[in-house]
């Protein structure tokens, strides 16, 4: 347990008192590296997570290799992960593409899946090889087969806020397609800023919008990079609209290899200390996490960019050093 007295616990009105942290840095963090990450050391570091009090921990990816290299070894790492699955109510999601994907994870025992949808024809064509209404009708079968065998299915909508290439995405644009993701039967939406251009305002505007055409708070996800410095600000408008999930990184690892001008994920350190001083209980144990960062950044042979990892490192610790 922290013996630290920093940040000092100060609530705020209209926040939530809990908010579940969807971790990701061990698919959306680790597919972006450059050099594959050994097997084991994803097991580990999905261990570690999970024993800092990380509940929900996104695993692998069932795409195809040729897509995401650095994630080829699904079907070796899911099976080392068992006995997190087992104990202490520890979800452990997966992505999957299309039916393919679904055949390979539920062969394996996956009870909790993702798609990945596009709120733009341009990023869907780059990222799946389709139009939006195509990739639309790829999910159907798989969300379909999903539920019928009582599997929690994620749905993500990427390029939410903003697009590399079209610029600007209409809010009613995004609204449409995320009530078509949800209407297939997804049980959550999460909500990407990939390239991390969404200020607090506009967070709300969307929130409110998907509120208007049905789709509910509780079932809402939000996922901020920080590219221009606002996930914080963002995560908090947020929350202060009701939003409960909140996606993270560990260390904040993480980009999009299909949008070259998408940095690294909210950093899951820093997200824990903005809720512990809201006094919005997490149950992630903030030292052990630090320390899980920093052992991962041995192994990368670089230092965590996360502000609240490089704050809490003992003075002595090194990027270079494996434990």
């Known amino acids: 347990m922290s013996t630290r007295s920093l940040p000092m616990e100060v609530p705020a009105p209209g926040l939530p008192d809990r908010v579940r942290i969807h971790e990701v840095g061990a698919r959306d963090g680790l597919q972006n590296e450059k050099e594959t990450v050994p097997t084991p050391v994803k097991a580990e570091f999905i261990r570690r997570l999970a024993e800092a ?11 195809h290799p040729k897509w995401v290299p650095q994630l080829a070894d699904a079907e070796e790492l899911f099976p080392l992960l068992g006995d997190i699955a087992d104990v202490g109510g520890v979800s452990l999601p997966v992505l999957v593409p299309n039916e393919r994907g679904l055949d390979r994870a539920l062969a394996l025992g996956a009870r909790s899946i ?11 064509a780059r990222n799946l ?23 929690q299915v994620r749905g993500y909508l990427s390029m939410c806020f ?31 800023d990939t390239i ?22 509780p079932s809402i996800g939000v996922h901020f ?77 670089r230092p965590s960019p996360s502000r609240t990892v490089r704050a809490l490192a003992p003075s002595s610790s090194s990027a270079s050093h494996k434990e």
């Open 196 to 217: 991390g251009v969404a200020t607090p305002g506009h967070v709300s505007a969307l929130l409110t919008a998907l509120n208007e055409a049905g789709v509910a708070t």
């Open 225 to 301: 990079h920080d590219t221009y410095g606002q996930a914080l600000s963002n995560t908090l408008a947020a929350l202060q609209h009701g939003v409960t999930t909140v996606d993270a990184s560990a260390g904040g690892l993480g980009g999009c290899p299909y949008a070259k001008s998408a940095t690294g994920n909210l950093a899951t350190e820093d997200l824990v200390w903005m809720l512990d001083g809201l006094g919005i209980e997490t149950g992630v144990d903030l030292d052990a996490l630090t320390a899980t960062s920093l052992w991962l950044a041995g192994h990368l042979g």
């Open 114 to 124: 993702a798609v990945f949808g596009s709120a733009t024809e341009t990023f869907a």
């Open 53 to 63: 009090g990380l509940t929900t921990i996104e695993a692998t990816s069932f795409v």
């Open 162 to 192: 903003g697009d590399p290439w079209e610029g600007a995405v209409p809010v009613a644009q995004v609204v449409g397609v995320a009530k078509a993701l949800m209407d297939l039967g997804c049980d959550e939406l999460s909500l990407g």
């Open 129 to 151: 090889n389709r139009t939006v209404a195509e990739s639309l009708a790829m999910f159907e079968p798989v969300v379909a087969r999903a539920k019928a065998d009582r599997v």
